[in-house]
Nanobody
């Protein structure tokens, strides 16, 4: 069974940083575009950042540009999201998935809470 497992979330003060990691159970993920998504309470899930198979092309939603950086290590089947200058509005459950996302690949996500 294909799995994507997110980790690295936690509670951080505004202005702080976190690094999220996503581990894929299959090497086939190294050939596809991957994304980080988030879902805040009462809101729809949104795409936050995306990275193509080689890592050469990345994209970000406007609200995180300049603060978040997506990267990948295909040798380790991992995708990471470095989050700096965190704001309370970044509070959400963060998920990784292919972009576009596949229903069967949604994992449990990792909770990020930004609060003083």
């Amino acid at each position: 069974q294909v799995q994507l497992v997110e980790s690295g979330g936690g509670l951080v003060e505004p202005g702080g940083s976190l690094r999220l990691s996503c581990a894929a159970s299959r090497r086939t993920f190294s050939r596809v575009t991957m994304g980080w998504f988030r879902q805040a309470p009462g809101k729809e899930r949104e795409l936050v950042a995306t990275i193509n198979w080689s890592g050469a092309t990345t994209g970000y939603t406007d609200s995180v540009k300049g603060r978040f950086t997506i990267s990948r290590d295909n040798a380790k089947n991992t995708v990471s999201l470095q989050m700096n200058s965190l704001k309370p509005e970044d509070t959400a459950v963060y998920y990784c998935n292919t972009d576009p996302p596949m229903y069967d690949y949604w994992g449990q996500g990792t909770q990020v809470t930004v609060s003083s």
